[in-house]
T-cell receptor
Framework: GDSVTQMEGPVTLSEEAFLTINCTYTATGYPSLFWYVQYPGEGLQLLLKATKADDKGSNKGFEATYRKETTSFHLEKGSVQVSDSAVYFCALSDTGDDKIIFGKGTRLHILP | NAGVMQNPRHLVRRRGQEARLRCSPMKGHSHVYWYRQLPEEGLKFMVYLQKENIIDESGMPKERFSAEFPKEGPSILRIQQVVRGDSAAYFC?????????????????FGSGTQLSVL
């Protein structure tokens, strides 16, 4: 079945550091890919998405590129801020499927 | 413009009791999803409902768990005879249309969750 694997956390970085959170997926069709973010005490929010190979999703300085050849959708940000501290979930929705499948989440701590 | 509302935020039950979790989708949304988040695990899909219909319940445990989304009122996730292993955060999400996830205008809007603790 479809699945998402993302790097385990927690990830701790200093402010202004470069961020990469790795995500790979397995799907039977041609999935849409997502990154969601969960701030403390809140529900998940869509951060960015890509719907086909080579698409790049971007938002709030974060970006991720849909790589079909490596079945990956790594999240990157050039300069993180303390306010980026949260849990980040990689996710997919396969062709013809109305549900989203999530990875386990990666907790990110940014130190001032 | 209220978001997805879940209540209660925290629910404590003793083993054997029933737990009822409520979810009011965003205004105009007719599709509701329930997910469960266990400690150190990701969100696991449980069930997808439209008004008065269960569309996909492939993630629901076969016993003790049920869900409904009536024509009027919130969606309810019901857990009968709770056990300690049911302790988790339960999240509800809503979307505005069918194919709301795979279509070009998809977005899944999440509530803040209900933390269920079984003593």
């Amino acid at each position: 079945g479809d699945s998402v694997t993302q790097m385990e956390g927690p990830v701790t970085l200093s402010e202004e550091a470069f961020l990469t959170i790795n995500c790979t997926y397995t799907a039977t069709g041609y999935p849409s890919l997502f990154w969601y973010v969960q701030y403390p005490g809140e529900g998940l929010q869509l951060l960015l998405k890509a719907t086909k190979a080579d698409d790049k999703g971007s938002n709030k300085g974060f970006e991720a590129t849909y790589r079909k050849e490596t079945t990956s959708f790594h999240l990157e940000k050039g300069s993180v801020q303390v306010s980026d501290s949260a849990v980040y979930f990689c996710a997919l929705s396969d062709t013809g499927d109305d549900k989203i499948i999530f990875g386990k989440g990666t907790r990110l701590h940014i130190l001032p | 413009n209220a978001g997805v509302m879940q209540n209660p935020r925290h629910l404590v039950r003793r083993r054997g009791q029933e737990a009822r979790l409520r979810c009011s989708p965003m205004k105009g949304h007719s599709h509701v999803y329930w997910y469960r988040q266990l400690p150190e695990e990701g969100l696991k899909f449980m069930v997808y409902l439209q008004k008065e219909n269960i569309i996909d319940e492939s993630g629901m445990p076969k016993e003790r768990f049920s869900a409904e989304f009536p024509k009027e009122g919130p969606s309810i996730l019901r857990i009968q005879q709770v056990v300690r292993g049911d302790s988790a955060a339960y999240f509800c999400a809503s979307s505005p249309s069918i194919g709301g996830v795979g279509g070009t205008n998809e977005k899944l809007f999440f509530g803040s969750g209900t933390q269920l603790s079984v003593l």
